[in-house]
């Protein structure tokens, strides 16, 4: 059996969602008393959600490589793996820069790169990245108070 782009969704969601659930327990615990919520509460939904979707991912793959449709193999082109590998790139600098810049410059920029990377109009990307930056910072810094890195705006108190 051939490995298609399915299996590969399927193991990288699973892996995602391994490394989600092997960091969430040296997270803090929730209330006294109450030990489902808490800072892992939401990742671990997540993750548990990810397995799901990745087991189907692997069995949607092994139904279509049985079926054998003639779709072209992963990787499917220079493009894709390059794409791949700037996202990679990206995440490890939104990663390495979040805590030193803060939340807004960082969320704002890697956004605005990553839409860029995967084929999106400059505009359109600029117009979403600020729209989800702060629906973001709306959810996770005002809704669910997680404190979120000022970073070198910190002198605005946000």
Do not use: D
């Not at 969602?17 to 929730?30: D, H, K, R, S, Y």
């Not at 069995?59 to 279509?64: N, Q, S, T, V, W």
């Not at 700037?86 to 979040?98: E, N, R, S």
Request: aromatic share 12%; charged share 10%; net charge positive.
């Amino acid at each position: 059996m051939k490995i298609n782009r399915e299996h590969v969704v399927g193991l990288v969601c699973l892996a995602v969602a391994a490394a989600v659930l092997l960091i969430t327990p040296g997270f803090p615990e929730g209330q006294e008393g109450v030990h489902l919520t808490g800072p892992a509460f939401f990742p671990n939904i997540m993750a548990y959600l990810l397995i799901l979707l990745g087991t189907a991912q692997i069995l949607a793959g092994i139904r279509k490589a049985r079926v054998g449709n003639g779709e072209p193999k992963f990787p499917a082109s220079r493009t894709s793996a390059l794409r791949l590998a700037g996202f990679f790139v990206l995440t490890a600098g939104f990663v390495a820069l979040f805590n030193p810049l803060g939340f807004f410059p960082t969320t704002l920029v890697f956004l605005f790169l990553l839409m860029l990377l995967f084929g999106m109009p400059a505009a359109k990307s600029a117009l979403f990245s600020a729209l989800y930056t702060v629906v973001i910072y709306l959810l996770f810094g005002q809704l669910f108070t997680i404190g979120l890195p000022a970073g070198i705006l910190g002198f605005l108190g946000i």
